[in-house]
């Protein structure tokens, strides 16, 4: 998880401390795991690598702010849009494949819009909101719950398959791992 004071955070499937890595600038997108490595895109215009042990794999200096979230394509190749209306392309070992212009108020054809919400394997819906809390919608159509975490705002939820955990971070920096199952039993 990223944080706007500049570090991304890696927790195991308990939610036991793994690794931190410091970065220029804010994290201003969602970390991106795509070809064996995170990607982070930060406020300082710069897109890290990191490896799966959070060492630094690469990291390229941009003219412009991020204006997308990060995607990528079945081959592990990385994608964003810039301020400055460029696409780019980059390998999980940092060869640019992709860098052309685009007019202003067309987009490339590549989904870099962030969904409004998780759904996790079994159909639950998880959505942070910006007055820090979690909406949690259970797939069963009951009343949705709704778990103040925080006074900052929650970045949208990640699946953790490993644990079968959502994760979700918040501006501030703090990071909470929740259990669907806890969730339905605290209704």
Request: glycine content about 8%.
């Amino acid at each position: 998880m990223g944080t706007v004071d500049g570090y991304v955070h890696a927790l195991a499937a308990d939610g036991s401390f793994q690794w931190s890595r410091s970065v220029h600038g804010a994290v201003t997108r969602r970390p991106h795991f795509t070809g064996e490595r995170w990607f982070i895109a930060t406020s300082a215009k710069r897109l890290y690598a990191l490896n799966r042990d959070g060492s630094l794999s690469w990291v390229f200096q941009l003219y412009s702010a991020f204006d997308s979230e990060l995607t990528s394509d079945s081959k592990g190749t990385v994608y964003f849009v810039t301020a400055d209306h460029l696409v780019y392309g980059f390998t999980a070992r940092g060869q640019i494949t992709l860098r052309a212009h685009f007019r202003q108020g067309m987009l490339p054809e590549l989904a870099f819009a962030e969904p409004a919400e998780l759904r996790d394997p079994e159909g639950n819906s998880w959505f942070g909101r910006s007055d820090g809390v979690l909406e949690y919608r259970p797939a069963s159509g009951e009343k949705p719950s709704l778990f103040p975490l925080t006074s900052s705002a929650l970045l949208l939820p990640a699946w953790s398959r490993a644990s079968r955990f959502a994760v979700v971070s918040a501006r501030s920096g703090l990071v909470f791992g929740l259990d669907p199952a806890r969730m339905r039993a605290s209704r």
